[in-house]
């Protein structure tokens, strides 16, 4: 009886790790899709900015003006 106890309690156990083990690998798949996604463009320097901020015109006026 004690030992059917042990099993049960030792098998929710192994059930919890392996949930958890999966949600682990879900989330990091998900991390390495996003970072495939954004962060490519990131790492090379293509990061987009719009227009209309006003560094991204203060830095165009200025490269312009040196060509």
Do not use: F, N, P
Request: avoid cysteine; charged fraction near 45%; proline fraction near 0%.
């Amino acid at each position: 009886m004690e030992q059917e106890r042990l099993k049960r309690i030792e098998e929710k156990r192994l059930e919890e790790e392996k949930k958890r083990q999966e949600e682990e690998e879900a989330q990091q798949k998900l991390v390495t899709k996003v970072i495939a996604a954004h962060g490519s463009d990131l790492d090379k320097g293509k990061a987009t900015v719009s227009d209309s901020d006003l560094l991204v015109q203060k830095l165009q006026e200025d490269l312009a003006a040196q060509k």
